[in-house]
């Protein structure tokens, strides 16, 4: 308990001290939209690395996909964004699933345990198919890396579940480049087919994903609590 707390106040420490010194207002100078699209689109490697970097060190946090998709569409487009966005989630999730299995393990436990206490009992008996199938909804990922850590899911098949994001990113990205690009009123008819596509094709694999593995509707009730039977 006590090696717990004492690696949870470490990296409590290193966040705090990166958020103190790191030099936020000449951040926010360079941080223009148009500024860093133009650069994007000339080519800049800096800002392909330095958006990979800042999406994996948030994944590594939070596991958030939203936010770097969003970014992502906006600096680089709807197809090389959500690309983008997929590697840094992915490097920072495999960061946080590392650091969950092998350095705090007993807190995720203790963490899942909690919120949704089937969850690695799921994972262990359907692990890879339940995980490609949270991942293709976006089910919070901070919820699916500490589940996954503390299962017996290896680390290549958390790896592969990845990809599954990917029809959801194309998704939002298609959204965010339209905004970004013609304005919300201004977004031309073959955009919005092209958006209507994509989102008839992604609820079309959901549900043929049910229909396919029936099983699969327990895991939407995860977390939920059960209705008091009348007596």
Do not use: C
């Not at 997929?86 to 946080?96: F, H, K, N």
């Not at 692990?127 to 996954?148: K, Y």
């Not at 970004?180 to 092209?194: A, E, H, K, N, Q």
Request: glycine share 10%.
């Amino acid at each position: 308990m006590r090696k717990d707390v004492l690696r949870i106040l470490l990296f409590v420490v290193a966040v705090a001290t990166l958020y103190n010194y790191a030099p936020l207002e000449e951040l926010k100078a360079v941080l223009d939209v148009d500024v860093l699209r133009a650069r994007a689109a000339s080519g800049d490697s800096l800002i392909v690395f330095g958006y990979l970097g800042a999406v994996a060190f948030l994944a590594l946090l939070t596991a958030q996909m939203g936010l770097p998709t969003v970014a992502g569409a906006a600096l680089f487009g709807p197809i090389l964004g959500p690309v983008l966005a997929l590697t840094g989630v992915g490097v920072g999730g495999t960061l946080q699933f590392l650091v969950a299995r092998y350095a705090l393990r007993g807190p995720a436990e203790r963490v899942i345990l909690k919120r949704v206490p089937e969850f690695r009992q799921v994972m262990d008996e359907r692990g890879l198919a339940v995980l490609i199938f949270l991942r293709f909804i976006w089910f919070p990922g901070f919820i699916i890396t500490l589940g996954s850590a503390v299962s017996r899911l290896s680390l290549a098949h958390f790896l592969v579940g990845f990809p599954a994001m990917l029809p959801q990113a194309v998704l939002v990205s298609v959204v965010t480049d339209a905004v970004v690009t013609y304005g919300l009123s201004g977004i031309p008819w073959t955009r919005w087919l092209l958006i209507v596509g994509i989102t008839a094709a992604s609820i079309g694999l959901y549900a043929a994903a049910i229909r396919r593995w029936p099983e699969l509707k327990a895991v939407r009730r995860m977390g939920k609590k059960p209705k008091p039977v009348a007596p």
